[in-house]
Nanobody, 120 residues
Framework: QVQLVESGGGLVQPGGSLRLSCAAS????????MGWYRQAPGNQRELVAV???????IVQDAVKGRFTISRDKAKRAVYLQMNSLKPEDTAVYYC??????????????WGQGTQVTVSS
């Protein structure tokens, strides 16, 4: 059974920091691209950052320079360090794993999400 469990969310003031964790079980992280997505009320789920199976990272413009994605293969965990948080960062943050089996077939897994609220 594949499971992704997010943690580390909470309430923080603007300008503050949080570190989100995604604990993975049932998968080998070396085979997966790992990503963080977020969804605010009334909005579509959007990509935040990705770390590939080859350890390349991609961060979306909205959070570039403030957020950093990283991975610990030994601990089977993926992290999202969030600095200089803004109210518009408020959302439920989801961990995602993608196994790219072939160029035309992939398998996706999702965590249950963790709430991040940025407010004075």
């Amino acid at each position: 059974q594949v499971q992704l469990v997010e943690s580390g969310g909470g309430l923080v003031q603007p300008g503050g920091s949080l570190r989100l964790s995604c604990a993975a079980s049932g998968i080998n992280l070396s085979m997966y691209d790992m990503g963080w997505y977020r969804q605010a009320p009334g909005n579509q789920r959007e990509l935040v950052a990705v770390i590939t199976s080859g350890s390349s990272t991609i961060v979306q413009d909205a959070v570039k320079g403030r957020f950093t994605i990283s991975r610990d293969k030994a601990k089977r965990a993926v992290y999202l360090q969030m600095n200089s948080l803004k109210p518009e960062d408020t959302a439920v943050y989801y961990c995602n794993a993608v196994w790219r089996i072939t160029s035309s077939y992939k398998k996706d897994y999702w965590g249950q999400g963790t709430q991040v609220t940025v407010s004075s």
